[in-house]
C-alpha cells in the first residue's frame, strides 16, 4: 500500500509556519486533554491539535475498519495493535482530509470548531501505556568514552559489545511526558577515597540524548521475530531523556548493572513521529566489524537522518545549545535491537517501548551526556548567563529537540523538557 501521506508536493488549508516540524507530511499521533477535560486520541498540523476521536465520530475514518471507540481512548495502544496497514489507512485519509483542495472539513466550520484546537490550548498525556520499557547501549562512541573513563582506555569496548545490541530492563512507572519536572534522587553513594557509602541527593545528574522506538504486537512467547520482518512491528520514534545519576550508578551498578540510578525518571516528547514519515530520511548505519551473527545481518539503509540538539536553561535565562549530534551515528539498528530482543522468545506488546542508548557522534561537541561533553566534571560547560555546570543543577531545564530535513521535507519530533526540582522528602 503506498504511502500517500509522504507526496512532499501536498499543501494543508491548516496554517504551518516556516520550519514547523509538523507539516501535512509529518501526521504524528499523541493524545492530549482538552480544555473541556476531555482526553483523546489525536494528531498535529502546525499549531493545530486535531482530535481524531471527534473525526470519528463524525464518520470521517468512513470505509476503515476501526472499532467504534479506536480514538476515544486515552491511549494509542488498541491503535498500535491494529498494525501498519490501518496506521497507514488512516495517516493517509487525514492528510486527505486536510489537504488543501479538500473542502468537506475545511468549510464545515461547526465540525472544524470541534475538531481543532490551538496546540496552547491542550495538555499533552503520555501517549500509550508503556507496559515494559528497554534501554539499549548501542552507540559505539558513547560506550568507547564510558569505557576510557571508568576502565581500561586501550580496551573501552566489552567483549560482548560489538557481537550484540546490549541493554537492560527499565522502569516504565517513572516515565513521563515533556513538561513534567523531575526530583533529584536520593540514594546509596560511595564519596571518593570512602570505603563506606553514604545516603544522600545525587550530586551528579545527568542526561542522557536518546530515541525511543514504540512496538506494536510482536509475537508470541518463544517466538523470534527474523530481522527481515520486525520493522513491521515498530510503530513509530519519540524523543528520550534517560535521566541518569552518575554516582549512584557508579557505586551500585557491578554486577547487575543500572537499577536506581537510572529508573527514577525517564522524560520523553509527547508526539510519536511514525516509521512512514521517517520514510524518505533512510540512511546506511556504520560498518559493523566484525560482521554480527546471521540472525542480526542486514542489507540496505535501516538507519535515519534525525539531528538532535541539547540544551540547558537555568531559570529566567535564555537556553545554551550544548550539543548537537546524529541518529544515524548509532552502531545498531532499531531492527538489530528488537530483533535480538526477541531471539530468545521474549513477548513483545504494543506500547512497549525501546530506548536508543545514549547518542554520541565522533566529535567532543556531538556527546550526549554532559558525563561525556564535561569529561566526568573535568572540563565544565560555560552557559549564556556564565555560569558553568560540570551536571545538572537544580531548577535547570533540559530540553532535546530532534528533526529531519532534505530538499522536500521537514518532520520533526517537537521537544522534550523537563526541568531538575530539588528532591521530594515525604514529610
Known amino acids: 500500500m503506498p504511502i500517500l501521506a509522504n507526496d ?191 545516603f544522600g541527593p545525587s550530586r551528579l545528574i545527568d542526561f542522557e540524548l536518546e530515541t525511543a522506538f514504540i512496538t506494536t504486537d510482536a509475537n508470541v512467547m518463544g517466538e523470534m521475530i527474523p530481522i527481515n520482518e520486525v520493522e513491521e512491528y515498530i510503530f513509530g520514534m519519540v524523543l528520550l531523556n534517560d535521566w541518569s545519576a552518575r554516582d549512584i550508578q557508579k557505586w551500585e551498578y557491578v554486577p547487575l548493572g543500572p537499577f536506581l540510578a537510572k529508573n527514577f525518571a525517564t522524560s520523553i516528547s509527547p508526539w510519536i513521529v511514525t516509521m512512514d514519515a521517517l520514510e524518505p530520511f533512510r540512511v546506511l548505519s556504520p560498518k559493523q566489524d566484525p560482521s554480527p551473527l546471521p540472525y542480526l545481518q542486514q542489507k540496505g539503509k535501516h538507519s535515519f537522518d534525525i539531528n538532535l540538539e541539547v540544551a540547558i536553561q537555568p531559570e529566567n535565562v535564555e537556553p545554551t545549545v550544548i550539543s548537537k549530534t546524529n541518529f544515524k551515528y548509532m552502531y545498531w539498528t532499531m531492527s538489530q535491537q528488537l530483533t535480538h530482543h526477541t531471539s530468545n522468545g521474549c513477548r513483545v506488546n504494543s506500547g512497549d517501548m525501546m530506548g536508543s542508548g545514549t547518542i554520541s557522534g565522533p566529535t567532543p561537541d556531538s556527546y550526549g551526556s554532559m558525563l561525556e561533553l564535561t569529561w566526568g566534571g573535568k572540563n565544565p560547560i560555560t552557559l549564556i548567563d556564565g555560569t558553568e555546570r560540570k551536571f545538572i543543577n537544580d531548577n535547570d531545564t533540559v530540553i532535546m529537540k530532534g528533526f529531519c530535513k532534505n530538499g522536500q521535507v521537514r518532520i520533526g519530533f517537537g521537544e522534550v523538557s523537563s526541568k531538575l526540582l530539588p528532591p521530594f522528602v515525604r514529610k
Open 8 to 198: 512532499t508536493n501536498r499543501k494543508s488549508w491548516l496554517e504551518v509556519p516556516e520550519n514547523s516540524d509538523f507539516p501535512i507530511q509529518n501526521i504524528p499521533f499523541g493524545v492530549f486533554l482538552t480544555k473541556e477535560n476531555i482526553v483523546t486520541v489525536g494528531t498535529r498540523i502546525g499549531n493545530s491539535a486535531i482530535d481524531l476521536g471527534a473525526l470519528q465520530q463524525m464518520n470521517y475514518f468512513a470505509g476503515i475498519e476501526l472499532t467504534d471507540d479506536m480514538f476515544m481512548q486515552d491511549t494509542l495502544n488498541d491503535f498500535i495493535s491494529d498494525g501498519q496497514k490501518t496506521w497507514r489507512l488512516v495517516r493517509n485519509r487525514i492528510a486527505e482530509i486536510f489537504d488543501e483542495t479538500n473542502s468537506k472539513l475545511r468549510d464545515n466550520l461547526k465540525h472544524r470548531d470541534i475538531v481543532i484546537f490551538e496546540i496552547d490550548d491542550v495538555e499533552m498525556q503520555l501517549p500509550v501505556l508503556i507496559g515494559d520499557y528497554t534501554d539499549f547501549y548501542s552507540s559505539k562512541e558513547h560506550a568507547t568514552n564510558v569505557g576510557k573513563m571508568f576502565r581500561d582506555p586501550d580496551n573501552a569496548l566489552l567483549p560482548n559489545w560489538l557481537h550484540i545490541p546490549v541493554g537492560y530492563h527499565g522502569r516504565s512507572s517513572t516515565i513521563v511526558p515533556s513538561g513534567i519536572p523531575i526530583h533529584r534522587p536520593i540514594g546509596q553513594t560511595l564519596p571518593a577515597g570512602e570505603t563506606t557509602p553514604v
